[in-house]
DNA sequence: GAATTTCATAACGATCTGTTATACTGATGC
DNA sequence: GCATCAGTATAACAGATCGTTATGAAATTC
């Protein structure tokens, strides 16, 4: 005995509803097609699934059990139709996203939980990565969407940009460093104290050393490397060590109170923040709110850091 | 947008199975039929459901949970036919049993849940009453089945008795009652102690008054009455009281042995105990299989009495 | 017992289903 | 890199099914 799924739902609503009409009405359909298909189910079923001649329409045992998993699958089915509509403008799916480790963990993490408050059936899937990786990963479909620095893309690469902030490296240490007791701290003190290295790979190294290079420097001294960037952080707490780091994410820690950047103007590249996706496949409704979330959320930190400068420069 | 629940079952068969060929045989049709069934619903849902071009089909985070839904339904279908087909053999289903209250308490009640051994999914609702409600719920099909003494049916009733054990009444007493100890009690003897009264309706009442009739006895010791099968037992156990009961009850509570029958003949009218049932409508598959289940329940008893009653005359 | 509501049946056009046959595409082998 | 192969998409068609309107039958209600 194998039933049409929708037979049993029909049933369900019958009994439901407790009549064919209303049956017939809670499902949009005419009343002579849910009745044909309550005598087609007794006719294939062999066994009586109302009570006939009952006003109010009674189900047998057997009637009522199958009207409750008909009752199941109605549920179901409009649970699915809620899952489209609300995949459809972005109110749920899976955002998969990638980018640099110290962004990510800086700006890129809360930034999801805020989504999340006005889209929390969305999933977001975060990995770490590096301009190539992510390059890479978008390629092959494994991520949706990554945040990155700015880098070179080759021509047809299917890949597009989008700056979301511009990017300015500083010297952070902590807000206790000697360094910041000076009137005038001179790049050659730099050279005085003991250095983070950004991680390997990270666009952030290779800053560090055209920095160094600039000031003529062969040899400096690195202390540690390779930690996340709540490593560094809890480094740079605990000792009067120097690193690079993008000022947007030590800005992110002014609340913090415990780490800040010096005073020091460093030459740095031109490494504006930006999503990166693939132009030739369309984005997922989904995707499409979080890079929108995300491009308003730096729209504002933008705004943000721009007043807290000026501040500063006030300050002074 | 509303789904066929049946395109979301193929959507789940391909999922879990992993292809459309497989999906297909799962749900016993051909692969074109699903393939387009795929293709129309991403056609609908106007999102890819399926990351294209990968062999091992993957399906996206939407297709992914259209298909739980999906697989939902294909359970509850599944169920949905399981469930039939149980029903059809009498596995699940419900069987309203009525009956007189001794014979339900003493020998139905067990039965029930021996017949629930085989049959764990059939519900038992039993009712207790005497023949004119019996008969009355029988006609309104408020019960499938009643298990009562044969009485007087109309003719065209619509009724009809199915004998399943003879009938003869005793008078019980406990165990120790001082009238199993005469050699020869005589029917006299029984005016001499206090009596329980079956209860108001009870065809024991009549046979009770019936049996009185016979000794000339104008006048009885009615010292209780009103109490079911196990108030009575209970007094009689606690007294040196006296009643009438059928055979079978006390049959029954012979490994109680707490309560027994005088060794005195008593007149009794031809009370044999049947299965009542309408005539006009089928017993659904499961009231059959209780009947017949307690049609060879009271053949083995029949026999057992038997049985024992031969010991009991050797023994003598 | 008449009115009204509800259910069952009939007939019909449109749609959809499932089938077979066949072309296509990505994976696998050398 | 090309051939082979398994799996998938497409096409075409016959049959079933759906949902509709119109109408008759049954039961409830007053």
Redo the contacts with the bound molecule.
Sequence with gaps: MKF?E??LI?LAA?VKT???????AL??????????????LEKRVGEPL?I??????QPTPLGLSLAEHGLVMLAASRKASDLVESFRVGKSGVVRIGGTPFFMDALIAGLCAEFQASHPDVRIDQNYGYFPDLRAALKADQIDLAICPIDILDEGSGLEFQQILPGRNVVACRVTHPLLLKRRPQPSHLLDYPWIAPPPGSPLLADLRALLLSFGATEIKIRYSGGSLMSVINYLKSADALTIMPHSVVFAQRKEKSITALPIAIPHPERALAILTRTDAPLSPAVEQFAGFVRSGFESLRHLIKRHEEAVVWGL
Tied chains: 1, 2.
């Design positions: 049409d929708r037979h029909q019958v407790g009549g064919v009409t209303e049956g017939a499902l949009g359909l005419a009343q002579p097609a849910v009745s044909r298909t309550l005598s087609m109302f006939r001649g009952r006003r109010p329409l």
